[in-house]
């Protein structure tokens, strides 16, 4: 396990090494595998002072998750009288400490990108936070983002991580770990603004970013829906007095599908690879 001087020291050195914002995230994400869950925490030091105030502020609403931050310190459940020896004080260096929102928060915080809101809920009710969001199975699986799982009883989200390419998430539960699209309860995908483009593993530079855009069905809203609407008005189709709204409703639907009816696609209303591709030769022929 890394030590926080480590990696604050890695993130420094890869800024200087011109990688785009995707390949910065991924980097960082990796780098703090294993480091500890501390709810309401991000990114501070893992330390028994900051775990004890973190704790003594949740005792009287969250018994649960004060026992559990206590639990997780050999100093404050009294197994030991310091530090020495503890997995998340590697060498004798401090490490960092998250919640699930805490460690997508600090990652993207590291590349310039903020994404507001007090838990993953609100991250993701933020509509400002983010240039395209979507459902899981729709996300281009090359891109770096934000990952959610919605809790259909609540209404909810229950928890968020990084995807960070090909299927592969790295989230915070228990501790800093990695898992996979395919786990269960990952839904949502959302895209932050200042994000750009794609990880391609083995490659650096900001060659290495490539623009892929998300599936867009009925409900999806932002930029990319912007695009697909400028692109059917650029090629006469008619979107009543919504015009470029960026929301995918009922009426960029029924232009979507005389769009691809028009061009020979499968005729669904769905923006996905084939109708994007599509659309970007078309409005190239003019």
Same mark, same amino acid.
Do not use: H, Q
């Given at each position: 396990?890394? %030590?926080?001087?480590?990696?604050?020291?890695? $993130?420094?050195? !890869?800024?200087?090494?011109?990688? %785009? #914002?995707? =390949?910065?995230?991924?980097? $960082?994400? =990796?780098?703090? $595998?294993? !480091?500890?869950?501390?709810?309401g925490e991000r990114g501070a030091y893992d330390t028994p002072a900051k775990r004890r105030s973190r704790a003594d502020a949740l005792d009287a609403g969250m018994p649960g998750e004060a026992a559990a931050i206590r639990k997780g310190c050999q100093v404050l459940n009294g197994s030991r009288g310091d530090c020495s020896g503890c997995r998340y004080y590697p060498g004798g260096a401090k490490t960092r400490c998250f919640d699930c929102r805490g460690f997508t928060y600090w990652v993207l915080l590291q590349v310039g990108i903020t994404i507001n809101g007090a838990g993953a809920t609100s991250q993701w009710n933020t509509d400002a936070n983010w240039k395209a969001k979507g459902r899981i199975e729709d996300m281009p699986s090359g891109q770096v983002c934000c990952v959610f799982m919605h809790n259909s009883k609540t209404g909810k989200m229950d928890h968020t991580g990084l995807h960070v390419g090909g299927g592969k998430i790295i989230h915070c539960s228990g501790e800093v770990k990695i898992g996979k699209t395919t786990d269960k309860g990952w839904t949502h995908f959302a895209v932050p603004v200042g994000m750009e483009g794609e990880f391609n593993a083995g490659h650096t530079g900001a060659s290495a970013a490539v623009v892929t855009r998300p599936t867009l069905r009925k409900g999806a809203s932002g930029p990319y829906v912007v695009e697909c609407q400028e692109d059917l008005l650029k090629l006469g189709y008619d979107l009543a007095h919504y015009g470029a709204?960026? #929301?995918?409703?009922? $009426?960029?639907? +029924? =232009?979507? +599908?005389k769009f691809q009816r028009a061009q020979g696609l499968a005729v669904d209303g769905i923006c996905g690879p084939k109708t994007w591709a599509a659309l970007d030769a078309a409005v190239t022929r003019g």
């Open positions: 396990m890394n %030590s926080a001087a480590y990696v604050d020291n890695d $993130i420094n050195n !890869w800024k200087t090494m011109g990688m %785009s #914002k995707a =390949e910065l995230v991924v980097l $960082i994400a =990796e780098d703090c $595998i294993g !480091w500890p869950y501390v709810y709204d960026g #929301k995918y409703g009922n $009426i960029t639907m +029924r =232009e979507v +599908r």
